[in-house]
């Protein structure tokens, strides 16, 4: 039996990796990783729903990949709790429909809905107290990401927070290799992310132990 539950994860763990190589391969642009993210970054992101409340809140997730965030964040979940997750990749979406962990949703009564969808097009109506994103900013465009991020922003709840990633020193490391559009292109990015931290950081933190290294940004709304 425990053979048989172990040859179970393998295979998962297989699947998760092969999927993720071959899209980040086939597609950088949106997947913008070259590892899966480490434990420790998934504890980073997702540490400020350790300080939640005993009411239920509701999380979105953005991005999710193969779920290294998403395992995180169920294990943060309480009954009533609802988490909403937008993957706009295909294959991603049916990876995570398919293994995402149901048994722990079930035991702790959640509401969770998975979404293959841009997440500019979610429904505006619903506020979240946590919201966490993987979405690679710095493979955009600098409008797609004042538009993300503003959506982003306009559906945190008054005290919510915002956190997502970018890896330390990518762009400083790519400017050197890259054409003059695309510096460009980098370069508005980067000052429009600047804009946003600027407005909007409480916090930040490095971690190290992640493939490339990576800094975790903490957002909340102004007063």
């Given amino acids: 039996m425990i053979l048989i539950q172990e040859m179970n994860i ?24 070259i590892a899966p993210s480490s434990n420790s970054l998934a504890k980073a992101v997702v540490n400020p729903m350790g300080k939640r409340t005993k ?3 509701a999380v979105l997730e953005v991005g999710p990949g193969t779920g290294a965030f998403t395992s995180q964040i169920l294990r943060e979940l309480q009954q009533g709790d609802t988490l909403d997750i937008y993957e706009l990749n295909p294959k991603f979406y049916q990876y995570l429909k398919k293994y995402i962990d149901q048994e722990s949703i079930l035991a702790k009564k959640l509401s969770c809905k998975l979404y293959n969808a841009d997440i500019r ?16 900013l710095n493979n ?20 919510g927070i915002f956190t997502y990633f970018e890896y330390c020193l990518t762009n400083e490391f790519k400017g050197h290799f890259l054409k003059s559009v695309e510096r460009e ?24 132990l992640n493939l490339p290294p990576a800094i975790v940004h903490y957002c909340k709304k102004t007063l």
């Fill in 185 to 208: 292109r980098m370069l508005m990015v980067g000052l429009t992310v600047k804009t946003f931290i600027q407005k909007y950081q409480f916090h930040s933190t490095k971690v190290w």
């Fill in 10 to 33: 393998l295979k998962k763990l297989l699947k998760k990796y092969s999927l993720f190589f071959s899209e980040s391969f086939s597609n950088f642009g949106t997947v913008g990783a």
């Fill in 55 to 57: 009411a239920p809140i």
């Fill in 121 to 136: 097009h979610l429904n505006k109506s619903k506020k979240y107290d946590f919201i966490i994103s993987g979405l690679p």
């Fill in 140 to 159: 955009f465009d600098f409008k797609t990401v004042d538009e993300i991020l503003s959506v982003l922003m306009s559906q945190l709840t008054p005290n």
